[in-house]
């Protein structure tokens, strides 16, 4: 059976370096292009927003070019920088962790398990991996929580005879679409309802409509992906050695229990605002503990075991450079004070303009922030306090203005380069970005249709409570 080697090669680098740099280029330039403003910033409750009626323009600041140069170092030293941090070492010992189970045979029997039992239904178990990786993006918020079992899902589609664009749609498109078609993600949904002062998952009946129609869409583009390249001459043997080896037994039991564990983790996090701060890091812990300790029980020396963690590191090291690039775009943005000038001309646009103008406007909005600023919540705190009393004179419910935020915050993630989970994705399982591109494209033309559609029948029924 194939296994999917966690390494990013020379040419996904280069590909996706070039493509990063070009942007921070790009981010330089609307620098120059774009007066500097900013909007004053009020703290309530201890939550800090902007005051919408505060916008000011600023003397204009002009970047010199070696930012370009010096941007992914000053990030380390900004304030993402313990979020930068983070997200390197998370992707640095998932990476480790991966290759001590697969080193183990602990990758290949599971996926060996799960192939046999679903042999003769196998675009059965691509739908309910999908239905999986989607309800708990919508309903819990998890995104870059599930990385680690991408490469699991790659491994699992290539044992059935599919590519590893198949597992890739099975798990980061999945899981990033359940995000955007939410629910009751407490990150956007949760956040957003909050600032705009509407009763917290509210209006939930449309949502669910719109989640299970992404689903639809999102598995019907995925199976029929699959049927286009399966390879129907692939035959996985299965080895009883997998399923008879004592050590390997309790090293997948050991697994097992980790991964029921890190589940816990992701279910109470949305629901425990300390736990939320430090889920990343504890995702980390138990999938590191997770690793060693399953190599360990399988048979592997200690020595083994660490030689084999380092190469798995040594593997995916060089996307370090590629999350510090993608950071940097909105550290370049930031420092010229323009993204509040962006929200402000959005501002002054909407109130010239009709609702159903005015619903596109706040998506479209949303979507080009969603560039520079990656966190859902992050946004919110920067939007809402904008779009909420926009939707009032306009005459759109504030329902209206959450949702076409969440519209505009969630899809792009699996479109921007800027965006360092999907980065994260790509680079553990050696995809390069422009083929990513290239395959997600008509899907992600589709959902923005599909979604622009449904705010506009949402602005049609008044979609509330208000």
Known sequence: MEEKTLKISKKAFINTLIILFVLMVVALIITYLIPSGSYKRV?????????????????????PIYKLFTAPIEVLFSKDAPLVVTIIIFILFVSGSFSVLSKANIVKAIILSITKRFERRKYLLIA????????????????????????????????????DLTGLGMSLLAVG?????AISNPFSIGVAQRLAGLP??????????????????????????????????????????????????????????????????????PFNGTLSQISLPLITLIFLIAGFGSGIFAGLTIKDTFKTFF???????????????????KHIIEQGNVI???????????????????????????????????????????????????SDLVGLTRQ??????CFGDGFSNLLYPTNAVLIIGLSLVDMPYPKWIRWTIKIQAIIFLVSMLFLMFAIKIHYGPF
């Open 128 to 163: 309910i991996v999908i239905f999986i990786f989607m309800s708990l993006g919508a309903i819990l918020g998890l995104f870059e929580e599930m990385i680690p079992l991408v490469p699991l899902v790659v491994s699992l589609a290539i044992s059935m005879g599919f590519d």
């Open 340 to 390: 509040d000038t962006i929200l402000y001309f959005a501002q002054t646009y909407i109130l010239k303009t009709n609702q159903y103008v005015a619903g596109i406007v706040m998506y479209i909005t949303t979507l080009i922030l969603n560039f520079f600023i990656g966190s859902a919540s992050a946004k919110a705190f920067l939007v809402i306090p904008i779009l909420a009393p926009l």
């Open 400 to 405: 209206v203005a959450v949702t076409a935020f």
């Open 177 to 181: 679409f359940g995000f955007s078609a």
């Open 43 to 63: 703290i309530t409750n201890g939550i800090e927003t902007i005051n919408p009626n505060s916008f000011t323009f600023v003397p204009k600041i002009y970047l």
């Open 200 to 269: 917290l998952f509210s209006g939930a009946y449309l949502r669910i409509v719109f989640f299970i129609l992404t689903y639809f869409i999102t598995t019907l583009f995925v199976i029929s992906h699959a049927k286009s390249i399966e390879n129907r001459d692939t035959r996985v043997n299965l080895i009883e050695e997998y399923a008879s080896n004592p050590k390997e037994l309790r090293a997948i039991r050991f697994f097992a229990l980790s991964l029921v564990l890190m589940l816990a983790v992701v279910i109470i996090t």
């Open 311 to 329: 190469e798995g590191i040594l593997n995916v090291a060089p996307s370090i450079i590629l999350i510090l690039m993608a950071v940097s775009v």
